[in-house]
């Protein structure tokens, strides 16, 4: 099959060419902490590497594009936050380009668009030599793009599902790219070459290294109706699979995106990153009502507060709303083996209690899906914090012994119990791409299947890739009911575990496995004792401000309560599961 999956991705990549109907250039401002404003034209190095930099992007929308929605595509050359009048319009990295700007345009609209950016890549990654990649204005082709969606799901699912549906997936995509007739001008030669050829691995590497590269040539009303007839035949025989091949298994998915308050760049950088990945999820929950999303770590939430007040607001009310989910319940997702007792009841006694001030609610799920293992009193914390709930995918890291569970009730010292999951995504652990390979492979790999039909999944990009994206959330429109995979539906993530306790008997968590004590992670054993010197600190405090307490309690001052809290907090948020561990940059 190789080769056939090869002729239909080159015949993807030239369908791509016409992605965009129409596009027009923007100029650009630039100025670092260091620099007076200078003109940035693209292709052109950064003046300064000082950041934050700031950057204008100005022009106008053609009179010609009436009527037609226009976006913006931007590549900074760094991560960034797009902003419009002011407003967060979300952020900017390899894979959040375009946002739409226009619906519908009048024409001859003047466009301002200000960018704050960072010389840096994604997980702290240095970008020497930052230049101005793109920056234009675009009308896009949305059926084109449509199309392209529907024929790269499916051949994607084809790489995925089992061999006789990946056949018939195959064939379906051969039989719709016959139909879609496009204007070919140059490239007709290399493509009747393609056809023809049966070594298409080679062909797709000729030696004039064709790229088809757009806006390509203008279609006509015959182009257009190709097109939709080869959408309409695509749907159609996706129907007739599915008939012969129904979904298998169900995956309760919800967006998300893992923030490492500190790992490889300092908070400073993290704050930068939380603005950013809220106003990506904000915009895109406009754009796709079907969108929930949760995120963890009250820090976080308090650090937008502080810088965007109004982009905080907008999440209060999609957390009102029911789409935007409070997990986590703790101050940060800290170190699960060395902080004392006192440390993990503040840890939830702050979390918690932010949640409840600012949003009127609680978590119920503890998410730690990073933590480097997890401490055998922890049962009785959580149960005691209001967090029935557990969740990790970090236990299926463990390089000897592999984790037995992925759904089962975690029993701690006391013999209190939680519900506790994980799951194992073979593409991207819990930064899923929402791809053909994330949804077979997580299914695949759930055992608890035998007790429960339903696994969580989550899907975004973390640590400054903006969390989910317009192009996951495409695919997800197509892989809900998709032949030969598990079907797919986002959801709350409480949702999910609400369902596994309100299973009858047997199925319920009387009949889940159960893990007694101490989770233990077969990796990262160094950080135990990388950083001495700041665990022996913790330590330190960890005593002091708990006798800081006890000699307000004893003095009866009503003043000095607020700066303890203050002092909790800092500590708190150096327990962070990359920071207190040592893990992090020093």
Excluded at 162 to 182: G, I, M, N
Excluded at 383 to 412: I, M, R, V
Excluded at 415 to 442: C, I, M, Q
Excluded at 515 to 542: C, D, F, I, P, S
């Amino acid at each position: 099959m190789q080769p056939e999956f090869e002729r239909l991705r080159v015949r993807l990549q030239e369908l791509s060419a016409w992605s965009d109907l129409e596009t027009f250039p923007l100029e650009c401002e630039f100025r670092a902490p260091n620099t007076d404003w200078l003109p940035l034209e693209v292709g052109q190095e950064w003046p300064s590497r000082a950041f934050p930099a700031e950057m204008v992007f100005s022009g106008h929308v053609p009179s010609t594009w009436a009527g037609k929605p226009v976006w913006v595509r931007l590549a900074v050359g760094g991560e960034g936050l797009l902003t419009l009048d002011g407003r967060a319009l979300g952020g900017l990295n390899p894979f959040h380009r375009e946002y739409p700007l226009l619906e519908a345009a009048r024409g001859a609209e003047v466009v301002a668009l200000e960018v704050e950016a960072v010389p840096k890549g994604l997980f702290g990654s240095p970008v020497p030599r930052p230049r101005l990649e793109e920056a234009r204005l675009l009308v896009p082709d949305l059926q084109v793009r449509a199309l392209h969606t529907d024929l790269a799901c499916a051949l994607e699912a084809a790489q995925q599902v089992q061999p006789d549906v990946a056949q018939l997936l195959l064939d379906a995509l051969s039989e719709t790219l016959a139909l879609v007739r496009l204007p070919r001008g140059p490239a007709q030669a290399y493509l009747e070459q393609l056809e023809r050829s049966s070594w298409s691995g080679m062909t797709a590497q000729l030696w004039e290294e064709w790229k088809f590269e757009g806006p390509g040539l203008a279609l006509g009303p015959e182009h257009r109706a190709s097109l939709e007839a080869a959408r309409a035949h695509l749907a159609r025989r996706l129907e007739v699979i599915r008939g012969r091949y129904p979904p298998a298994g169900h995956l309760l998915m919800s967006g998300h995106a893992h923030i490492d308050l500190a790992w490889l760049w300092p908070l400073a950088e993290t704050r930068r990153k939380v603005r950013r990945t809220f106003a990506t999820v904000l915009h895109l929950m406009e754009r796709y009502p079907e969108l929930c999303f949760n995120q963890s770590s009250a820090q976080a939430y308090a650090w937008l507060e502080a810088d965007d007040p109004r982009l905080f607001e907008e999440v209060k009310k999609r957390v009102q709303e029911g789409r935007w989910e409070l997990v986590g319940g703790m101050w940060v997702e800290p170190d699960g083996n060395l902080l004392s007792g006192e440390s993990w009841a503040r840890q939830v006694l702050y979390g918690q209690g932010y949640f409840r001030r600012k949003f009127g609610r609680r978590a119920t799920v503890a998410w730690l899906p990073d933590t480097f293992g997890f401490a055998a009193n922890l049962p009785q914390v959580l149960s005691q914090g209001g967090l029935p709930y557990f969740f990790t995918t970090k236990l299926g890291w463990n390089e000897t012994n592999a984790f037995p569970h992925d759904l089962w009730q975690w029993e701690g010292l006391d013999g209190t119990r939680v519900l506790a999951h994980g799951f194992w995504n073979p593409n991207e652990s819990y930064n899923g791409r929402l791809e053909a390979k994330d949804l077979a492979g997580t299914w695949h790999h759930f055992k608890g299947k035998r007790h429960h039909p339903t696994s969580l999944y989550t899907f975004g990009y973390g640590d400054g890739g903006g969390g989910p994206s317009a192009e996951m959330l495409e695919r997800y429109a197509r892989y809900r009911a998709f032949p030969g995979l598990p079907r797919a539906e986002i959801g709350r993530v409480e949702g999910f575990y609400g369902a596994v306790e309100g299973a009858g008997k047997p199925q319920g968590p009387a009949a889940l496995p159960v893990w007694v004590g101490e989770m233990y992670l077969e990796r990262h054993r160094a950080t135990y004792t990388t950083q001495a010197e700041l665990k022996r600190l913790n330590r330190r405090l960890e005593h002091a401000l708990v006798e800081a307490e006890a000699a307000l309690v004893l003095a009866g001052e009503g003043e000095g309560w607020e700066a303890l809290e203050g002092a909790w907090k800092a500590l708190l948020l150096g327990q962070f599961h990359d920071v207190l561990p040592g893990s992090g940059v020093h």
